[in-house]
């Protein structure tokens, strides 16, 4: 039997029962088969079929598909959960098909860790860790940080505000990821000034951000504005 990806089968068996499990295409990242001998009443088997790195619609039962294998599969683009990057060098993240085109960083003084150069945001992964201490520091304060953990993807999970590395791996990824976002009518992020989940000077008043048109990073006071992308780990 062949089972498309994230999706559960469930099945009765004999009791000592062996089955084997294979991947039917390439390029995945389970190459080798596994077996299994149902030795109990009630055995649960979870299998995960993932792909290799690259940039994918997720759907929301947590399957990756090409824009190519979303379209042959006739998935609809409501079960669509956002645009995975899929990374060996950094945590996996997926991306909102919404975006907030102008939020402030934040609506009055919010303190948190800087990050002095630019040169270093762009080495930061930490948008989940950084957003939590943000909206725990300051839980009734507006911020573009409390506006992305407030967001849920389709999935159910909550996002949070992405760290420079992982926007400056989106804007090295742009045209792939502005591809499938347009495929399953998510938002144009091409030319976006995004804010980024770290302040840059030590007294509080600004923060960085990210113009998608150009790959540059950097700065200004916080009650400006920039357009706010959620994120969420996978």
């Not at 759907?59 to 599969?73: A, I, L, P, R």
Request: with cysteine; net charge negative; hydrophobic share 30%.
């Amino acid at each position: 039997r062949t089972v498309k990806d994230g999706s559960i089968y469930a099945f009765n068996v004999l009791y000592g029962t062996e089955m084997t499990v294979s991947p039917n295409t390439s390029g995945d990242s389970m190459a080798e088969p596994q077996t299994f001998t149902f030795t109990q009443d009630l055995h649960e088997l979870n299998f995960v079929h993932s792909k290799g790195p690259g940039v994918y619609i997720q759907h929301v039962d947590g399957g990756f598909y090409t824009k190519d294998e979303w379209s042959s599969g006739n998935y609809e683009n409501t079960k669509a959960n956002g645009i995975a990057l899929l990374s060996d060098s950094f945590s996996s993240f997926v991306i909102s098909l919404n975006k907030f085109p102008s939020e402030k960083w934040s609506s009055g003084y919010v303190y948190t860790d800087s990050i002095r150069y630019s040169s270093d945001v762009i080495l930061d992964f930490n948008g989940e860790s950084r957003t939590n201490k943000i909206v725990r520091d300051y839980p009734t304060q507006q911020s573009a940080a409390k506006l992305c953990t407030e967001y849920t993807f389709p999935n159910g999970k909550p996002g949070y505000l992405p760290a420079g590395g992982e926007l400056y791996a989106l804007y090295n990824n742009k045209e792939s990821i502005q591809e499938l976002m347009t495929a399953v009518g998510g938002a144009d992020i091409s030319s976006s000034s995004i804010w980024i989940a770290a302040q840059s000077y030590s007294d509080g008043s600004y923060a960085w951000y990210i113009n998608l048109a150009t790959g540059s990073i950097s700065n200004k006071i916080k009650t400006s504005y920039c357009a706010v992308i959620p994120f969420a780990k996978i």
